[in-house]
Nanobody, 123 residues
């Protein structure tokens, strides 16, 4: 069955960096676009970054563009989110999601599998 397992969250000071990983199994990883989403305290879940199945196309939430980088390793079935220059407003639970097709999109309606999340706290 499909599994998505996030790791790499933690507590950092403003300006710091973290690298999130999402290890996957149970499906043909290289066939599907992947995305990172987050839900802050009292906020709706929002799309942060997405990458196409072949890794060519990427899209970002405006507030993280230039600070976050999404990447994937189709040989390791893993997607990453490198987060630099973190700000307090980046504090949230971060989720990895699998799209139902190969096209990168931040629209959550296209995502049908989710991980359990990893907490990022910036102080």
């Amino acid at each position: 069955h499909v599994q998505l397992v996030e790791s790499g969250g933690g507590s950092v000071q403003s300006g710091g960096s973290l690298r999130l990983s999402c290890a996957t199994s149970g499906f043909s990883f290289s066939t599907y676009a992947m995305g990172w989403f987050r839900q802050g305290p009292g906020k709706d879940r929002e799309g942060v970054a997405t990458i196409s199945s072949d890794g060519v196309a990427t899209y970002y939430l405006d507030s993280v563009r230039g600070r976050f980088t999404i990447s994937r390793d189709n040989t390791q079935n893993t997607v990453y989110l490198q987060m630099n220059n973190l700000k307090r407003e980046d504090t949230a639970m971060y989720y990895c999601g699998r799209s139902d097709n190969r096209y990168a999109t931040l629209n959550q309606r296209w995502y049908n599998y989710w991980g359990q999340g990893t907490q990022v706290t910036v102080s």
